[in-house]
């Protein structure tokens, strides 16, 4: 079936530097969906992209989707302790409505 | 606020006790779904509701159910949970012209 590879699959930094996680498909997507996950939360939506090309941004974060339309990436700047989840991008590549999950990139953030 | 919402948050049941879990939104959406979310895992989809059609994944056990009474509510029943079915169960909206999903802030399942 269609996968979602997302790397890195864990990143430990220190607070203030900036962050840079992907994920990459060999089939073409239709619409690009980044998340957070806290513990014990369910995902919050933080980007959604849905034209290739599209750059976006929500306060400190940005993602891209690809021109090839077969992978996105996700930026934090100035990282802070909340950053603290898990991110996971979600890709619609059939038009059905769901979503394939890229594996999650684990953000620790040190004070 | 338009929200998913989701209750119980935690619920323990015994080995074999059927237990619903509920979810409501207020968002007005078509499309409801149903994920249930392992330990550092992604959510993995068990079904979905379009509208009233109930569209079952292939690899979803028989164990586990759904009813949509109406847009606002669906429940999951697991008939007769087992150890491995303890998990994070999330539910998620979408509406019909659009691909984003929201998702509620899920039950966390404890089978004892």
């Known amino acids: 079936g269609q996968q979602l590879n997302q790397s890195p699959q864990s990143m430990f930094i220190q607070e203030g530097e900036d962050v840079s996680m992907n994920c990459t498909s060999s089939s073409i997507f239709n619409t690009w969906l980044w998340y957070k996950q806290e513990p014990g939360e369910g995902p919050v939506l933080l980007i959604a992209l849905y034209k290739a090309g599209e750059l976006t941004s929500n306060g400190r974060l940005t993602a891209q989707f690809g021109i090839t339309r077969k992978d996105s990436f996700l930026n934090i700047s100035a990282s802070i302790p909340s950053d603290v989840g898990i991110y996971f991008c979600a890709g619609d590549s059939s038009n059905t409505g769901k979503l394939i999950f890229g594996q999650g990139t684990t953000l620790q953030v040190k004070p | 606020d338009a929200m998913v919402i989701q209750n119980p948050r935690y619920q323990v049941t015994q080995f074999g006790k059927p237990v619903t879990l509920s979810c409501s939104q207020t968002?007005?959406?078509?499309?409801m779904y149903w994920y249930q979310q392992k330990s550092s895992q992604a959510p993995k989809l068990l079904f979905h509701?379009?509208?009233?059609?109930?569209?079952n994944e292939a690899d979803t056990p028989d164990n586990f159910q759904s009813r949509r009474p109406n847009t606002s509510f669906c429940f999951l029943d697991i008939r007769s949970p087992g150890l491995g079915d303890a998990a994070m169960y999330l539910c998620a909206t979408r509406e019909k012209q659009r691909k984003t999903q929201y998702f509620g802030p899920g039950t966390r399942l404890l089978v004892l």
């Open positions: 509701y379009y509208d009233k059609d109930f569209n």
């Open positions: 968002l007005n959406h078509n499309v």
